[in-house]
């Protein structure tokens, strides 16, 4: 047994364990110092202290089996960029293909409002080859029905009624006529007919009176010319609604995970 | 910290990746075995490594003038303490296995000098002992003397004081030295005394 006073010189362990680290002040590792060099107990502590350090340090340092460096996906960096990029799909381009279906839509309605001399110039400028052939079949004297080299769908509409004004060019009979193509010239071109249809076509005798003056072959170049154009703007309206549909799906489908990935 | 870590690390700070990455392979080997002697097996520490360096990038804005190397290890040992509580407070005993199996070095394909000062006996004992040791006493032992940190840092890793620093060091290797006492016979010579208490 250690006499209370005897005890109390003695140096605490964690003053012992802090003399090894040489993490005690100069009074204090010189108190520790003079102390042990009398006292063989705090001697055997401090060596069983230090022999537990030193074997704690000789413990070899592991090399992992790996490196821990972070690629860009693991700091984040190029998962919030890379995701929506690989898709493409900006978040504007439904609201783009809207526009244009919307757009595609006013052309449609445009003739009710006004004349129709600038969408049917348009269209002949466009359709320029159509017209072309159109007028040769009407020039050759319309008898050109099973002939009518005017290419894809109009064709069998002008071959129907393109005779008519070649032989009478006047307006009253081309009036009488335009009337007539709805039933024709849908029911031949386009048997599963949008609704829109006939009324266009319904409206097509009201501008026709003005360029009267005009050889036949103009009237019925318009008629083709607009069936052509009506049957091409339908398809670039169902593009453009498709396409609204496609990119409001993508941008869906592509923007979620994207977000995904950021968080 | 020297100059140079300063300046990768206001780089990093920046958003420079590569930079931080410097500083990942200078540190990795430290915060690696700090997760090792913690968690005991290697598998836990190269995912506990992981986790650690890639929270460090997260909250690199979060480090103000306070030195890199002990925020850092700081972020890995509470990897630790989570993981640990994760799985219930015993650490797994595959760190023995993994002594077992031999240790792969591809980073560092020459043996360390110190592998040959102690068999591969007395480390498993030892390293067994240091899980037997409370949380924090383990973790001021592995820092102080596996990692060689000095008291400031370890305080600094620690966010305690320094004479609590020096008491849990000083409890830890007691404690560690009546264990391994436990198993004298495997014991250096030298470290066969007998306890005065």
């Not at chain 1, 006499?3 to 993490?23: M, V, W």
């Not at chain 1, 060596?47 to 690629?71: D, H, Y």
């Not at chain 2, 198993?183 to 010579?189: F, I, K, S, T, Y």
Request: aromatic share 4%; proline share 8%.
């Amino acid at each position: 047994m250690i006499p209370f006073l005897k005890r109390r010189e003695h140096i605490s362990d964690a003053d012992l364990s802090a003399y090894i680290d040489g993490e005690l002040t100069a009074p204090e590792a010189a108190r520790v110092l003079t102390h042990l060099q009398r006292c063989a107990d705090c001697g055997a502590i401090l060596e069983g202290l230090r022999s537990v350090a030193s074997m704690l340090a000789a413990l070899p340092a592991e090399a992992p089996s790996r490196s821990f460096i972070l690629s860009p996906a693991q700091a984040g960096i190029e998962t919030r960029r890379q995701t929506p990029r690989r898709f493409a799909v900006p978040a504007f381009a439904p609201a783009v293909a809207m526009t244009i279906f919307v757009a595609l839509l006013a052309v449609d309605l445009l003739p009710s409002s006004g004349s129709s001399d600038d969408e049917v110039a348009t269209d002949r400028s466009v359709f320029s080859t159509n017209r072309e052939a159109v007028k040769e079949s009407a020039g050759a004297g319309a008898l050109a029905d099973s002939a009518a080299p005017a290419p894809a769908v109009p064709a069998p509409a002008t071959g129907a009624f393109a005779p008519t004004p070649a032989a009478e060019p006047q307006t009253a009979p081309a009036r009488s006529l335009a009337p007539e193509a709805p039933g024709t010239g849908t029911g031949n071109v386009a048997p599963p007919a949008e609704p829109t249809m006939p009324t266009l076509q319904r409206l097509e005798p009201v501008p026709t009176p003005a360029p009267a003056g005009e050889a036949a072959d103009t009237i019925a170049d318009a008629e083709s010319d607009s069936d052509a154009s009506i049957s091409l703007l339908r398809l670039l309206q169902i593009g453009a609604a498709l396409a609204f549909v496609v990119s409001l799906v993508a941008v869906i489908v592509t923007r979620s995970p994207g977000r995904r990935t950021a968080s | 910290m020297m100059a140079n870590d300063d300046a990768r690390l206001s780089r990093a700070r920046q958003g420079d990746l590569a930079a931080f990455n410097d500083l990942v392979l200078e540190f990795q080997g430290l915060v690696f075995n700090l997760c090792l002697r913690m968690l005991g097996g290697r598998q836990a520490a190269e995912d506990a490594a992981q986790e650690t360096f890639i929270a460090a990038w997260r909250n690199l804005g979060s480090l103000r003038g306070e030195a890199f190397r002990p925020w850092l290890l700081r972020i890995a040992a509470n990897h630790c303490r989570d993981e640990l509580r994760r799985r219930g407070r015993r650490p797994s005993s595959s760190l023995d296995l993994a002594l077992e199996e031999g240790v792969p070095e591809p980073f560092d394909p020459a043996p360390a000098p110190e592998t040959s000062a102690l068999d591969s006996e007395l480390r498993r004992h030892i390293t067994r002992a240091l899980e037997e040791l409370p949380e924090e006493q383990r973790l001021a032992i592995v820092l102080c003397d596996i990692e060689g940190l000095d008291y400031t840092e370890i305080a600094a890793v620690m966010k305690t004081s320094l004479g609590t620093v020096k008491s849990r060091i000083a409890r830890g290797r007691a404690r560690l030295r009546a264990l391994l006492l436990s198993e004298a016979e495997l014991l250096p010579a030298r470290f066969r005394h007998e306890d005065r208490r």
